[in-house]
C-alpha cells in the first residue's frame, strides 16, 4: 500500500468518533432474523421425541416423566446446537421456534450450558434422578 492511500485511510479515522460497541454495558437488539437457541412452547408437546431424534447435534433430550400427565423436561445441550432450526421442522406441534431471543449464551461454567426446562417440580425431579448415586 502506498504512503499516500494509507494516510487518506489513516487521517479520517482520526477524526471519527470510535466504533467500538461497548457491551455489555450497552447492549443492541439483536436482529429479528438471528437464530439462537431454540425456544420450546410445551403447552402442545407431546413428548414424542422427534426434535430429539432429528438434531443432528445431539443438542437435544426429551425426558418424559410421565406421558399421561404430560410431564416432559427438556434439556438442550447449548454447546452442541449449531442453531440449524431442524428440530422446529420435525416438531408437528408447532412446539419449536427460533427467536433472536435467547443469544447471550456464552459461559466460563460448563453446568450451565445444559438448560433443562419444563415445569419447575419437573425439572427438579429429573435433576435429582440423575444425580443420585444409583444413576451414576
Ligand atoms: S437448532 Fe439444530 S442443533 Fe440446535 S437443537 Fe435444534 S436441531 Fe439441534
Ligand atoms: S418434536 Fe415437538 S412435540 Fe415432539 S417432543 Fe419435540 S417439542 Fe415435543
Not at 439462537?36 to 425426558?63: F, H, Y
Not at 438448560?115 to 443420585?132: K, M, P, T, Y
Request: aromatic residues 8%; negative net charge.
Amino acid at each position: 500500500m502506498k504512503f499516500a492511500t494509507m494516510l487518506s485511510d489513516v487521517l479520517p479515522s482520526l477524526f471519527k468518533s470510535p466504533m467500538t460497541e461497548m457491551y455489555p454495558f450497552e447492549r443492541k437488539e439483536p436482529p429479528t432474523h438471528l437464530r439462537t437457541l431454540p425456544k420450546w412452547n410445551r403447552e402442545n408437546c407431546s413428548g414424542c421425541g422427534l426434535c430429539a431424534v432429528d438434531c443432528p447435534s445431539q443438542a437435544i433430550e426429551m425426558i418424559v416423566l410421565d406421558k399421561k400427565e404430560k410431564r416432559f423436561v427438556m434439556c438442550f445441550h447449548i454447546d452442541r446446537c449449531t442453531f440449524c432450526a431442524q428440530c422446529t421442522y420435525s416438531c408437528h406441534q408447532g412446539c419449536l421456534e427460533m427467536t433472536p431471543e435467547n443469544w447471550e449464551l456464552a459461559t466460563l461454567d460448563n453446568k450451565a450450558l445444559t438448560l433443562c426446562l419444563g415445569d419447575r417440580a419437573d425439572v427438579e425431579e429429573f435433576l435429582a434422578i440423575i444425580s443420585s448415586p444409583d444413576t451414576a
